[in-house]
């Protein structure tokens, strides 16, 4: 079977004819891999391809060394599956799961295996490891800080040397240098590699006296050109900024459009990008890259605008990728050429490239970490953490974004309770505010007394309204109406009919001085009457009562309430009685 790496492009064979069992079977393993490597399917890279292989071979050997011989697929039963799981228990719940997650994959919807092969598949279960593995959360404020201070630093220092070469290299070929000084000696050596990509070298490959003199082959290179640690910042800095996958970014093309024309400095650059995870269907992406920050100093704005970055990298890349002979946007030059990487070239970012950066500035490996020290750099936590501060979905939908990203972290289910009581309490309180009864306290009744029109003005009545609540005439049992004719329970012009407890619900109610008596003997009435009732009762019909009584009485003062409780007679006592034992509702 032949698999072609989709993003080196090299082919490899993979060969099962030497698998241990039967021909039916190692025929039927070799279809199932090669369902999954079609080239609709979401397999693209070589890694994951031989992953799929090794599962096969592994469960192979399962097969032949199982005490039931099988010969044929249909053969396959749950125990099978079971071995399989069981023989590898010494390794860990990752790998293992890894393992097991690949034969479902291999297997899946296989219509040879029988019902209870299919079964047996689906109940292996991998103790301590879940699908998505949420253990290392997102990175905190001073973490996050740490890492892109570093990175931000690498990023500047490159441009900084690569634009200074370029200035020098400029004032050489427009003969401003001083004749036999030592930048025209530079100046000669960076134009001849700016042209040919080599430098002087003597017989035994060494670098001439005057590339020596200048900092030898590595450093004169290096300043025309992107080192390996300085591509991965890049990357990680654009992960920061834009939350898409390192392996995504890595591969992103130089080519790109811009709707402005690159006529401006800001607005948006396009980017054909791909990502095989979503699927033969979806997985090519146009990721726009944009320059949102229109404010503050220029320095301040390049490290935070995706676009930017992006055409930093692919101005500082443009001298290794016209040399190299390359059309993606991280292009660079190793220090050295060796067995393993025989030309001088970096067109391709691999996560070991991030692994060596960090370890060169001093971050921990996973092994090493402390608490309380440098953070490990990982890609993964890197894009989490920038997910989680967008809030918005970056290649995948707003389910997984909600299901997968967000809500599995403490920090997100935190501040989502948060959110959600806060809402939940902005509109108990709006009910409240609705529901609760205007109170027109003695102040307001004396200016009533003595300018009806002001008073009457202010409350939003007519005189004559506001005269009848005054004197009482408009009295129910708690309160006062305005207009007991345009009940929000009756039609228009039919007098209300409901219970005089819900008067309180009315917006008609009014709440008047010399009502406070017996709106007293009612909260006392009400308390007394909890402990007889049930939790359900009280609360669904009782307590919303005593709430907008007691809101009621905090439009008085304290001497207020005191001269009132005074004043509570048995009269009023009696009629809250009657209204709570419903004799005042058949009047």
């Not at 050429?337 to 001093?362: C, F, M």
């Not at 005089?500 to 619900?505: E, K, S």
């Not at 005074?566 to 209204?579: G, Q, Y």
Request: aromatic letters at 6%; hydrophobic letters at 40%; charged letters at 25%.
């Amino acid at each position: 079977m032949l698999f072609l790496d989709e993003t080196t492009g090299h082919g490899t064979l993979f060969d099962f004819t030497d698998l241990p069992v039967a021909e039916p079977l190692r025929r039927w393993l070799a279809d199932r891999v090669a369902l999954r490597l079609t080239t609709r399917s979401t397999v693209k890279r070589l890694p994951t391809a031989r992953s799929l292989v090794d599962t096969a071979r592994h469960f192979a050997v399962v097969l032949s060394e199982h005490p039931v011989t099988i010969r044929q697929p249909e053969d396959v039963v749950a125990e099978h599956l079971l071995a399989f799981r069981r023989r590898y228990e010494h390794l860990k719940p990752r790998t293992v799961s890894s393992y097991v997650e690949n034969l479902r994959r291999l297997l899946l919807e296989d219509e040879h295996l029988s019902p209870d092969a299919q079964a047996g598949l689906a109940a292996i279960r991998v103790r301590g490891m879940s699908r998505r593995d949420i253990s290392k959360p997102g990175y905190t404020d001073t973490e996050w800080q740490e890492i892109l201070t570093v990175v931000r630093h690498d990023v500047r220092a490159a441009r900084d040397r690569i634009h200074t070469a370029r200035r020098l290299l400029a004032r050489y070929r427009a003969g401003e240098l001083p004749t036999g000084s030592e930048d025209v000696t530079l100046g000669r050596l960076l134009d001849g590699f700016e042209r040919t990509g080599q430098l002087p070298r003597k017989v035994d490959t060494n670098g001439t006296p005057d590339v020596h003199r200048c900092g030898g082959l590595v450093k004169v290179a290096g300043m025309l050109c992107l080192s390996p640690d300085e591509l991965a910042a890049f990357a990680l800095l654009l992960v920061a900024l834009t939350g898409q996958n390192y392996g995504t970014i890595a591969a992103w093309p130089a080519a790109h459009f811009r709707p402005d024309g690159g006529l401006t400095d800001e607005g948006l650059a396009l980017v054909e990008s791909c990502k095989p995870r979503r699927g033969p269907d979806r997985e090519h992406m146009v990721i726009a890259l944009e320059d949102l920050i229109t404010d503050g100093d220029r320095e301040h704005r390049w490290s935070r605008s995706p676009l930017r970055v992006y055409r930093m990298l692919l101005d500082l890349g443009e001298t290794a990728r016209r040399l190299s002979n390359s059309q993606t946007l991280f292009a660079g030059r190793i220090s050295k050429k060796t067995v393993h990487t025989p030309s001088p070239w970096i067109t391709t970012l691999t996560s070991q490239h991030v692994q060596r950066w960090a370890a060169a500035r001093g971050f921990p490996a996973a092994t090493s970490a402390v608490p309380g020290g440098k953070p490990v750099v990982s890609v993964k936590r890197l894009r989490l953490t920038a997910i989680e501060r967008r809030r918005r979905p970056v290649a995948h939908s707003q389910t997984t974004l909600r299901d997968s990203y967000l809500m599995p972290h403490p920090a997100v289910r935190a501040e989502s309770h948060a959110i959600v009581a806060a809402a939940l309490e902005n509109e108990v309180r709006k009910a409240r505010d609705h529901a609760r009864v205007p109170v027109f306290t003695q102040d307001f009744v004396d200016l009533a007394r003595r300018d009806p029109h002001s008073a009457a003005t202010q409350a939003g009545l007519s005189v004559q309204e506001l005269a009848g609540l005054i004197e009482g005439s408009q009295d129910t049992v708690l309160a006062s109406c305005q207009d007991h004719l345009a009940s929000p329970y009756a039609p228009p012009g039919v007098a209300c009919s409901a219970s005089f407890l819900a008067c309180l619900d009315c917006a008609n109610a009014r709440a008047l001085p010399h009502q406070l008596p017996i709106q007293l003997a009612a909260i006392d009435a009400l308390e007394q009457l909890r402990p007889h009732l049930s939790p359900a009762m009280w609360a669904r019909r009782y307590a919303p009562r005593l709430d907008q009584l007691r809101d009621i009485t905090t439009g008085f003062q304290p001497a207020e309430i005191d001269r009132a409780k005074a004043e509570i007679s048995d009269v009023h006592r009696h009629r809250i009685n009657d209204l709570l034992e419903g004799r005042w509702d058949v009047r």
